[in-house]
C-alpha cells in the first residue's frame, strides 16, 4: 500500500509522500527516497507562482508562438534568445536553449537488464538533475516499483519505499518511465498535436503549445507523463544550463512534460542522464538501426519483454534478466 | 424594426419578477462571484488548488461535464414523442427542453474550460489558426459535436422563439428539430468513446461504457426536465399537461431500468472473472487495500436508483406527484454520483502502475463548479423569463385557470 497517511489536504503531491521514519536515522549509504516538502517551501512556492502570474513573468513561454513543426530557424533562434533573457532574469542563470534535429537512420531504444537494478534510484535523482524537475512540488519521470520477489502485481508495488539499503531481500525493482513506444496513445488523443513522436522515436512535447488537457495522462499506460499542477521552482544552483527546447528547458506551470531519453544529449552522441548515473550497469542506450548497438545485441541476445505488450502500444524500452 | 423591439419588450420581462425571482438570481450571483474568486485563485496558482494530480489526472470538473452532456442529449427524450409521434402535451413544452440543452452545453464548454492548464492557449483548437488534432483525437471531435448541438439548438430555440412571436408557423425549421436526434446521441457516444478509446484505462475500455452512457442520460436529463417543468408551471402559472409528466417517467424508468441491468451485466464480468481489471469496480464498491473514499457514495448511488426504479415503475406510484419527484431527485443523485466521480475517478484509481491516490475535490473545485452550476441555473432562468411570455402571449399556453379549448 502507498501513501499511506497522505491525504490531498495535507500532501501538496502525492508523489512526495510522507517519509517514513527511516529518513531521520542519519545518513543513508545511498542516497534515498525523498522527504515531504515542508510548508514553508510550499508556501514560498505559492508565493513565487502568484508573483509569476501577477506580473506576466512566465518560463519564457509566450501565447502567440507559433508550434515547433512550423518554426523558422529564425524564429527558433528569437525564441530561443527570448527564453534565454528570461530565464536570466528570472532566475539570475545563464541558460543555453538549443533544438538538435534527429539524425538520419537512427531510432533510439532503451533496455534494461531487471537483474542487475538494485533500486538504488540514482537513476531518477541524476534525471531530476538533468532535466530540471522542480524540487517542489517533487515529482520524477523515473517510477521504481519496488516489488515481492516472483511477482510483477503492479497493484501490490511501492514507489514511495524508504531503506537505508538497498535491495532489500525478498524485493526485486522494476524502473518505469516513457517507454517512447512506436504507437504511443498519449500522441494519439492530443487535441492539439501538441505532442508527437520525433522520427529517432523519441515522444515529445511542445511546451508552448500544450493547453493542458491531460488527456495524454489519461491515455498513458506506463504512467509517463507528468503535468506542472504547481508553479515548478528550481533552485537556481540546481538549473541545468544545457536546455533543449522540447526537452529539459524549464516548464511552465499548466502543461505536460515528460522523459525526452535526454534529448539534449542523446542527439549529440551522449547517453541519457539515468544510463550514466546507474551503478549497476542495468540500463542499455542505443541506436536500434546500429547492428552493433548496444539495444540490438540486447535483443539478439537476451530474452526481453515490453510492459503490456497486449496493449498494442510497441513500446522501445525493452526489459531483460541479464 | 418591429422584430426588435418585440422582442425588447420581452427582454424587459427579464427584469420585471417578484421578491422570490430576485432572490434567486440574487443568490446565484452570489454563487458565481464565489466561483469567480476561486477560478481567479486556481488561475494564479495552477491546477495545484485542486486535488487533482498526475495519478487522478481528472477529477470533479470532467465529472460534472460529463453527467452534463448526458443532460444535455436527454433533450431529445421531449423532442421524440412531441415531433416525431406528435404528442400534443410535450410538444407544447419541447422548447423547454431545447432550453435545457442549450444550458448544459454551455455548462460543459466552462467545465471544461476551467480544467485546462492553459486557458490561453485554447486557441491552438482553432481549425487554421491552431493545430486541431482532428480526426484522431475524441477531444477534437466532442468539441465539434457539443458545439453543434449547441448551435442547433440554440438555432432552433431563437428560431422558434421569433415565429411564435410574430405569430407564424415554424414547420419549416423541423428537419433540424430532427437532425437534433441523433445529433444528441451523438454527443453522448462520442463522450463515451473519449473514454472508452484509452487502452491505458480498463475500467473505461469496455464496449458497454457507450451503451450505459446513454441509458444513464435518459435517466437523469428528464428526471430534472420533470423538476424544472413543475417549477415552470408554478412560476408562470401555465398549464402544464400533467400527462407529459408521466409520460417522460415512463421512458425514465425504461431507461433506468436498462441502465442497472448494464451495471448488472458490468458486474458480473468483473466479479466472476476476477481479474487484474477488477481492481476499479473493487475500489467503486468494496474499498481496494484500505482506500475507500467512494464506497459509501456507490452504495447510496445505486440504492438511489433502485429505489427510484420501484417508484417509476408502478403507474400508481409514477402518477402521484409528490412519489414522482422524490423519484427524480433520487434519479438525480444517483446518476450525479454514478456517472460523475464514479466514473471518472475509477478510470485512474488504481493508476497505471497500480498506485492508489484517493481523490476528493478540493474547495477550490467545489466553489468554481458550484459557480458553473449557477451560471448554468442563471442563464435558463433568464432565458425563460425572457421566451416563455413569448410563448404566453402568442396563445401557445393554456394559463392555470383559464378554460381550456
Known amino acids: 500500500m502507498k501513501n499511506d497517511g497522505c491525504t490531498p489536504r495535507a500532501c501538496p503531491s502525492s508523489e512526495a509522500p510522507v517519509a517514513g521514519a527511516t529518513a531521520e536515522r542519519g545518513a543513508p549509504l545511498l542516497q534515498l527516497g525523498r522527504r515531504p516538502p515542508d510548508r514553508r517551501a510550499i508556501l514560498g512556492a505559492s508565493v513565487a507562482a502568484v508573483a509569476a502570474a501577477a506580473t506576466g513573468s512566465g518560463c519564457g513561454n509566450h501565447r502567440f508562438d507559433a508550434h515547433y513543426k512550423e518554426l523558422t530557424d529564425e524564429d527558433k533562434r528569437r525564441i530561443f534568445e527570448r527564453i534565454e533573457a528570461e530565464t536570466r532574469a528570472r532566475t539570475g542563470v545563464d541558460v543555453k536553449i538549443s533544438a538538435p534535429q534527429p539524425m538520419d537512420g537512427v531510432e533510439f531504444a532503451y533496455a534494461l537488464d531487471l537483474s542487475l537494478c538494485n533500486g538504488n534510484r540514482r537513476c531518477a535523482e541524476a534525471c531530476a538533475r538533468e532535466n530540471n524537475l522542480p524540487d517542489v512540488p517533487k515529482f520524477r519521470y523515473i517510477q521504481v516499483l519496488e516489488m515481492d520477489r516472483g511477482t510483477l502485481d503492479f497493484e501490490n508495488a511501492n514507489a514511495y519505499y524508504e531503506h537505508d539499503e538497498v535491495p532489500v531481500p525478498g524485493k526485486v525493482y522494476l524502473p518505469v518511465q516513457c517507454q517512447h513506444c512506436a504507437n504511443p496513445p498519449c500522441v494519439k488523443v492530443c487535441p492539439v498535436t501538441a505532442t508527437w513522436r520525433e522520427p529517432d522515436g523519441l515522444v515529445v512535447v511542445d511546451y508552448n503549445w500544450c493547453i493542458g488537457c491531460r488527456y495524454c495522462i489519461a491515455a498513458c499506460p506506463y504512467f509517463g507523463r507528468r503535468f506542472n499542477f504547481h508553479e515548478p521552482t528550481v533552485r537556481p544552483r540546481d538549473i541545468n544550463p544545457d536546455q533543449g527546447y522540447i526537452s529539459n528547458r524549464l516548464r511552465p506551470v499548466g502543461v505536460v512534460e515528460k522523459c525526452t531519453f535526454c534529448l539534449q544529449r542523446t542527439r549529440v552522441g551522449r547517453y541519457p542522464a539515468c544510463l550514466e548515473a546507474c551503478p549497476t550497469g542495468a540500463r542499455k542506450f542505443g541506436n536500434l538501426g546500429d547492428p552493433n548497438g548496444e539495444v540490438r545485441i540486447m535483443l539478439e541476445r537476451k530474452r526481453v519483454y515490453v510492459l503490456k505488450e497486449e496493449l498494442g502500444t510497441l513500446p522501445r524500452f525493452y526489459y531483460f534478466y541479464g | ?405
Open chain 2, 1 to 405: 424594426m418591429s422584430v426588435f423591439s418585440g422582442l425588447g419588450t420581452a427582454a424587459k420581462e427579464i427584469v420585471r419578477g417578484g421578491r422570490i425571482y430576485y432572490a434567486w438570481v440574487a443568490l446565484l450571483l452570489v454563487f458565481i462571484s464565489l466561483g469567480l474568486v476561486a477560478y481567479v485563485g486556481q488561475l494564479r496558482n495552477g491546477l495545484g488548488m485542486t486535488n487533482m494530480r498526475n495519478q487522478v489526472a481528472w477529477g470533479f470538473y470532467i465529472s460534472n461535464f460529463t453527467f452534463l452532456v448526458g443532460v444535455a442529449a436527454a433533450a431529445v427524450l421531449l423532442v421524440i414523442p412531441a415531433y416525431v409521434y406528435n404528442f400534443k402535451p410535450i410538444k407544447e413544452i419541447a422548447f423547454l427542453g431545447e432550453l435545457m440543452a442549450v444550458t448544459a452545453i454551455v455548462m460543459c464548454i466552462l467545465f471544461v474550460a476551467v480544467d485546462v492548464g492553459g486557458p490561453a492557449n485554447l486557441w491552438h483548437l482553432i481549425p487554421f489558426i491552431g493545430r486541431p488534432n482532428f480526426p484522431v483525437s475524441l477531444l477534437t471531435w466532442d468539441i465539434v459535436v457539443l458545439n453543434g448541438y449547441l448551435g442547433i439548438n440554440g438555432f432552433i430555440f431563437f428560431y422558434v422563439l421569433y415565429k411564435v412571436s410574430r405569430g407564424q408557423k415554424y414547420s419549416r425549421i423541423l428537419p433540424l428539430i430532427l437532425l437534433s436526434i441523433p445529433w444528441a446521441v451523438g454527443i453522448h457516444t462520442v463522450t463515451a468513446f473519449l473514454y472508452n478509446g484509452l487502452v491505458a484505462r480498463p475500467f473505461w475500455n469496455a464496449a458497454i461504457l457507450a451503451p450505459r452512457f446513454l441509458a444513464s442520460a435518459f435517466c437523469s436529463g428528464p428526471a430534472l426536465m420533470i423538476l424544472v417543468l413543475q417549477l415552470v408551471r408554478r412560476q408562470f402559472r401555465i398549464d402544464i399537461d400533467g400527462r407529459a409528466l408521466t409520460k417522460i417517467a415512463e421512458l425514465v424508468a425504461y431507461a433506468l431500468a436498462f441502465n442497472l441491468f448494464l451495471l448488472g451485466a458490468e458486474a458480473f464480468k468483473e466479479f466472476y472473472g476476477q481479474s487484474e481489471h477488477i481492481a476499479p469496480m473493487k475500489y467503486l464498491y468494496l474499498g481496494l487495500h484500505g482506500h475507500h473514499a467512494l464506497v459509501p457514495f456507490m452504495w447510496t448511488a445505486l440504492t438511489l436508483n433502485v429505489t427510484a426504479l420501484m417508484l417509476f415503475l408502478v403507474p400508481r406510484f409514477r402518477n402521484n406527484v409528490k412519489l414522482l419527484n422524490v423519484g427524480c431527485v433520487f434519479i438525480l443523485c444517483g446518476v450525479y454520483i454514478e456517472k460523475g466521480l464514479g466514473l471518472v475517478v475509477p478510470g485512474f484509481t488504481p493508476d497505471a502502475l497500480g498506485e492508489i491516490y484517493e481523490y476528493v475535490p478540493s474547495v477550490t473545485e467545489l466553489a468554481v463548479s458550484l459557480g458553473i452550476w449557477s451560471s448554468g441555473a442563471l442563464c435558463f432562468t433568464l432565458l425563460a423569463k425572457f421566451s416563455i411570455p413569448v410563448f404566453i402571449k402568442a396563445k401557445q399556453f393554456t394559463l392555470l385557470g383559464e378554460p381550456s379549448e
